[in-house]
C-alpha cells in the first residue's frame, strides 16, 4: 500500500516549519473537493503519521494547503510579543497534485520564506 508525507522547511532560518497547520483535501471528478485530514507539522516539520495510507490512498486528485501565513506570523513576533499587523504576502499556500499509483510513496516536501516556496516530488 502507498502513502503519503510532506516536510516544511523554513528557508528563511534554516530550519523545519513547526506549527504549520496543514489539510488535505481530495477532489471529485466534478471538480469538488472533500477536506479528508487535518493536522499540525511538528518539530520536524513533518506530521506523526503519514497524511493518507492504507485503504484511503487511492488514485485521484489531491491538495494540500498550508497555512503558512499562521506560521511566519507567529515566527516573526517582536520583543514585546506583538504580531505584524499587515497581511503577509504568502497566505496559505496550496499544492494540487495527482496520485496515479496506490503502491508509491508520495513525499511533498515544502521549502518556504515569507516571500516564495518551492515543492517537488521527493522520495
Known amino acids: 500500500m502507498g502513502y503519503l508525507t510532506t516536510h516544511i522547511l523554513d528557508t ?11 489539510h488535505l483535501y481530495q477532489h471529485s471528478a466534478d471538480g469538488q473537493r472533500q477536506l479528508i485530514h487535518s493536522t499540525v ?10 497524511l493518507l495510507q492504507a485503504d484511503s490512498f487511492s488514485v485521484g486528485v489531491y491538495e494540500l494547503e498550508f497555512g503558512i501565513d499562521e506560521y511566519f506570523a507567529d515566527s516573526l513576533e517582536d520583543s514585546d510579543n506583538n504580531k505584524p499587523t499587515a497581511p503577509s504576502f504568502l497566505n496559505t499556500v496550496i499544492i494540487r497534485f495527482g496520485i496515479n499509483d496506490e503502491n508509491a510513496h508520495y513525499h ?5 520564506s ?10
Open 114 to 123: 515569507p516571500y516564495s516556496y518551492s515543492t517537488y516530488r521527493g522520495s
Open 12 to 22: 528563511t532560518k534554516g530550519v523545519a516549519a513547526a506549527g504549520v497547520k496543514i
Open 41 to 50: 507539522s511538528n518539530n520536524d516539520g513533518r506530521c506523526d503519521q503519514p
Open 108 to 112: 511533498i516536501p515544502l521549502l518556504v
